[in-house]
């Protein structure tokens, strides 16, 4: 189960640093959210990896974070 929390924050926080540079947006701007996605992610996987006792929390996180890139990229594409 840690190798699924390690691999599943790794490959979200791929998805949004991804999505965030596919935006039209300053250099500063996208860097400065693409690491704080990227911390986020890696994190809350990293988290799950380590402490298995976290694993609802960890699963919380990733659901919330998935949820706001997602909704990100469905406003981007209906604006």
Known sequence: ???IFGLLGL???AWAVRSICLKP?????KCLKS???AAYFLGAGG????QVDKAPVV??????GAAVVAY???RDKTA
């Open 47 to 50: 988290l799950g990896g380590t």
């Open 25 to 29: 947006q300053s250099g500063v701007s």
């Open 59 to 64: 699963i919380a996180l990733l659901l919330i």
């Open 11 to 13: 490959i979200l926080g």
């Open 1 to 3: 189960m840690e190798t």
């Open 72 to 74: 990100s990229n469905h």
């Open 35 to 37: 690491i704080v996605a």
